[in-house]
């Protein structure tokens, strides 16, 4: 499948990617797929360090491929000088430049905002990192699961009088690349305004915080502090996951809908729970919910998860069934909406990755080619920008101060 046309929105911005793992190439992935020009500079020899992670075949990242699709890699060495001559002539020709390392790893190369928005004074400078540029932490290392811990996350998630669980997905690293998507489209916003770039400041703990709006708010509140609920929510009863004849469904009551609670009954066949004082409001069934899940599971386990799901659509009573990813995948629903599009590898094969939700009537996105090797593009995107020659990038490549492609490494 070749590229598809670049016709989203961001089609004219040009992102300088030195991002690497997860928060730093979800959030320019994110960008490609809205059609930016996304130039990933991979550090040599090997290149980002998540093309050594799993699933590897054949010696090849499917997790590298996921994230980094429709970009173009440069690889350059920046502890050369002359390779960071050539990154600081770059500059100039780039929109947008994000990068996901411990704060004052570029100011050490001499390559921190400050340097390069001498360069380009209309340079946004995007940079991700667990503790964010500032604060006593800002040096210290962090991965997903110890900002989980760190923010909050884990201690609210889980079953009630279970250990921390860490959510299924990496929302560290996920919301920080989002939240700095969301930057970055401010500050161009910004800068069509002032015709000045500026420094984009991304803490993933900044994130989980943000994202738990309502457990600090419910906290500062009430001085309550939350505790985990399993599937629950801590006012909307019921509200969560209950178990079937032959699986799983959820179920979520609306707040100030009325008679819903009478419908799920009748449904449930427990109507002598309907005018029940312990279960006739939400803020009851909430006090009193250890006495009532019991019932209600009782009741759910009579039945498949499709009957239920029947029952309940006549009564608009919001449900929905619980799905493993295999059924997820398979969904009429994702595939109309076009979740889930083939992409070429040249190991692979045509792989199905996730789309971008963003669904634009007018300049709509998407994914636009594979993930390249290492060093794929050197050769194209400094001919292009620099208007260097054959000759001159045939002596910068044996000389490796460009690569253009990764050395076999053994991968474990």
């Given at each position: 499948m070749p590229p598809l046309p670049t016709t989203g929105p961001l089609r004219d911005v040009r992102v300088l990617d030195l991002t690497w793992v997860l928060s730093g190439p979800f959030c320019t992935v994110t960008l490609a797929d809205l059609g930016a020009d996304v130039v990933k500079l991979e550090r040599p020899p090997y290149g980002d360090v998540s093309r050594t992670t799993g699933p590897i075949i054949e010696g090849e990242s499917g997790y590298f491929f996921s994230i980094n699709r429709g970009k173009r890699s440069v690889s350059l060495d920046l502890r050369q000088e002359e390779g960071k001559s050539l990154f600081l002539q770059l500059i100039p020709q780039f929109d947008v430049l994000v990068e996901n390392f411990t704060p004052g790893s570029m100011?050490?190369?001499?390559?921190?905002?400050?340097?390069l928005a001498a360069v380009n004074p209309r340079l946004i400078y995007a940079a991700i990192s667990g503790y964010g540029q500032t604060g006593p932490l800002r040096t210290k290392p962090a991965l997903d699961v110890i900002i989980q811990g760190a923010g909050g996350v884990m201690s609210v998630t889980g079953e009630p009088g279970g250990g921390p669980v860490r959510p299924g997905l990496s929302l560290g690293d996920?919301?920080?690349?989002?939240?700095?998507?969301?930057?970055?489209?401010?500050?161009?916003?910004?800068?069509?305004?002032?015709?000045?770039?500026?420094?984009?400041?991304?803490?993933?703990?900044?994130?989980?915080?943000?994202?738990?709006?309502?457990?600090?708010?419910?906290?500062?509140?009430?001085?309550?502090?939350?505790?985990?609920?399993?599937?629950?929510?801590?006012?909307?009863?019921?509200f969560q996951a209950f178990p079937t004849q032959d699986g799983h469904l959820v179920l979520a009551l609306s707040w100030g809908v009325p008679n819903q609670w009478a419908y799920l009954c009748s449904e449930l066949g427990i109507i002598e729970m309907i005018d029940d004082p312990r279960f006739e409001t939400a803020a009851a069934r909430s006090r009193n919910h250890a006495e009532?899940?019991?019932?209600?599971?009782?009741?759910?386990?009579?039945?498949?998860?499709?009957?239920?799901?029947?029952?309940?659509?006549?009564?608009?009573?919001?449900?929905?069934?619980?799905?493993?990813?295999?059924?997820?995948?398979?969904?009429?629903?994702?595939?109309?909406?076009?979740?889930?599009?083939?992409v070429p590898h040249r190991v692979f094969g045509e792989v199905l990755l996730t789309n971008t939700p963003v669904r634009l009537s007018e300049t709509p996105g998407g994914i636009r080619g594979t993930a390249p090797d290492m060093g794929q593009h050197s050769r194209e995107v400094l001919g292009e920008l620099l208007g260097l020659d054959a000759a001159r990038l045939d002596d910068l490549v044996a000389r490796q101060v460009v690569w253009e492609e990764r050395p076999e490494v053994e991968l474990g």
């Open positions: 100011d050490a190369l001499g390559l921190g905002y400050e340097a996920l919301t920080a690349g989002l939240y700095c998507a969301v930057g970055i489209l401010s500050a161009l916003h910004e800068r069509d305004r002032s015709g000045r770039g500026q420094l984009l400041d991304i803490s993933m703990l900044d994130c989980q915080v943000a994202l738990q709006e309502n457990a600090f708010m419910r906290y500062h509140l009430t001085g309550e502090l939350p505790e985990r609920m399993g599937t629950r929510h801590p006012s909307a009863v019921p009532l899940e019991p019932i209600l599971n009782a009741a759910f386990m009579t039945k498949p998860t499709a009957e239920w799901l029947a029952a309940f659509e006549r009564f608009d009573i919001p449900s929905g069934p619980l799905n493993n990813i295999a059924q997820v995948a398979e969904m009429p629903q994702i595939h109309e909406r076009g979740m889930l599009q083939p």
